[in-house]
């Protein structure tokens, strides 16, 4: 039985507000009607389109500059200021937190900071596939009242860290509304294709240059334009050597916010990725019934079934094979969007999530 209390609330960490996996994750999260019967509060930093979002989806939004949490200064005094801050707007507003939720590990400090000064439980998402024992360690998730991880694999390596209890395995989710009827599949091969990720390394954007070079020497690759999802990488921190490239035209987009609207202009999608926890901009292009060529990360292999649209992760040659393979049989080959679609309907809706998170606040609050 849920608890009866108007007053109860849980409160939302997350510092960036940029659209990206993890704010649009806990955009639907907040929205469901489940967390909405905790009178979810959101604490971001100033600005930005998940601000924006909340707000527009009636969740109150605390809008602070949030502290370089790990400095020598923000475990001095910094973290603390933040919290008093914070308590102080949410007082004003009538506004008593019974449970802190950190969307990621970068959140532990400050979350754990904010649970302390509010007298709050606290809960721990962890998303990123870049987290280390270590970060795990210095961000101090291990004394969150619940921990859950948002993948398979990822749940395991975090449990490997934890023998001594039970991290929770929660993934993230999408809404039924969101998966729309398959795109008509081009009659020519697509000449306009979309990459999809980030500058950052492990985004594997090289990796796909470098697949895309390895087609052009041998011959295999007709003039085509890719399109990036993001702003063109600095070449001291992510070398694509495009200068290797004449037959393929690179284009970046820079940053996107109408993902599955930009999704719907193109025939084909390609996702690089070296890692992911869960990988939602995957699962949102096969949503939006878009074919998708995909590293194995994540939990793509939950949904797409269609081997001849997914490759290993981190190997280039494997990826041009791939993609050499859907370009030369285009016409003909099962680009798998209907079975992925008919799985994400049934292991990745929105609503085991959202019942699984109301589920664990109640125990929080019972055990508090």
């Known amino acids: 039985m849920r608890t009866k209390s108007v007053n109860r609330s849980v409160l939302f960490v ?110 721990m998402f962890l998303r990123s596939p870049t987290m280390t024992h270590e970060d795990y360690r210095k961000y101090r998730c291990g004394e969150y009242g619940f921990i859950s991880a948002v993948g398979d694999d990822f749940l395991h390596r975090v449990q490997s860290w934890e023998s001594g209890r039970e991290i929770a395995l929660i993934r993230d989710g999408i809404y039924a509304d969101e998966i729309l009827p398959p795109r008509s599949r081009s009659v020519a091969c697509p000449e306009r294709i979309l990459v999809i990720g980030s500058p950052l390394v492990w985004k ?19 003039p085509t334009q890719f399109d990036f999802t993001g702003d063109k990488p600095n070449v001291a921190h992510n070398d694509l050597k495009l200068d290797r490239l004449s037959i393929a035209h690179c284009n970046f987009l820079g940053r996107v916010e109408g993902f599955r609207d930009l999704v719907l202009g193109y025939d084909l999608v390609i996702n690089p990725t070296r890692m992911e926890t869960f990988g939602m901009a995957a699962v949102e292009v096969l949503a ?13 292999e939950l949904v797409q079934k269609a081997d001849t649209m997914l490759f290993p992760p981190a190997q280039p040659a494997a990826l041009a094979v791939a ?28 609503d085991v999530p959202a019942r699984s998170l109301g589920d664990a606040y109640e125990s929080l609050v019972r055990t508090a």
């Open 14 to 123: 997350q510092n960036r507000t940029h659209r990206a996996g993890a704010q649009t994750c806990l955009a639907r999260l907040l929205r469901h009607e489940v967390i909405k019967s905790w009178n979810p509060v959101l604490v971001c930093s100033p600005g930005g389109w998940l601000a924006d979002e909340c707000l527009r989806i009636g969740v109150p939004v605390i809008e602070e500059p949030f502290p370089h949490s790990r400095s020598l200064g923000g475990r001095l005094f910094g973290n603390a200021a933040f919290a008093k801050r914070v308590k102080k707007s949410l007082a004003a507003r009538s506004i008593f937190p019974m449970v802190v939720q950190a969307n990621d590990h970068q959140e532990g400090l400050l979350g754990l900071q904010l649970g302390k000064i509010l007298g709050a439980r606290t809960a």
């Open 204 to 222: 594997g954007w090289a990796d796909f240059i470098e697949a895309l070079y390895l087609l052009e020497r041998e011959g295999s690759l007709r």
């Open 288 to 300: 939006a019934g878009v074919p998708l060529l995909s590293s194995r990360t994540g939990v793509i």
């Open 323 to 350: 993609f050499k393979r859907v370009l030369l049989r285009w016409g003909e080959i099962d680009l798998g969007v209907t079975k992925a679609q008919a799985a994400v309907r049934k292991t990745l809706l929105i």
